[in-house]
């Protein structure tokens, strides 16, 4: 049974950072592409990033290009997105997802955590 669990949401002002972790289990990490997405209040899930089984392919929507950086550690099972120079359009709930290729479709990702919440206020 796949499962992701994500870490590390939190209230932060804007300008701060965040690290979000995701760990999994109940498939081989070390071979899956794996995504970040978020879905803001009353919008549409989007995506934020994504990384293929070796880093080879790294994606990132524009909005957060040069302020979130994407990681993986596959000894540990575990995705990371590093977040900084946060602002208020980054508030929403950011998803762990993996599939099996790294792209920034939603519908090439098939499993899904349940969510660390991110906020972000003055």
């Known amino acids: 049974q796949v499962r992701l669990i994500e870490s590390g949401g939190g209230s932060v002002q804007p300008g701060g950072s965040l690290r979000l972790s995701c760990v999994a289990s109940?498939?081989?990490?070390?071979?899956?592409?794996m995504g970040w997405f978020r879905q803001a209040p009353g919008k549409e899930r989007e995506f934020v990033a994504s990384?293929?089984?070796?880093?080879?392919?790294?994606n990132y929507d524009d909005s957060v290009k040069g302020r979130f950086t994407i990681s993986r550690d596959n000894t540990k099972n575990t995705l990371t997105l590093q977040m900084s120079g946060l602002k208020l359009g980054d508030t929403a709930v950011y998803y762990c997802a993996t599939g099996k290729l790294a792209t920034k479709r939603l519908l090439d990702f098939e499993s899904w955590g349940q969510g660390t919440r991110v906020t972000v206020s003055s």
């Open positions: 109940g498939f081989h990490f070390g071979s899956a592409a």
């Open positions: 990384m293929s089984w070796g880093g080879g392919t790294i």
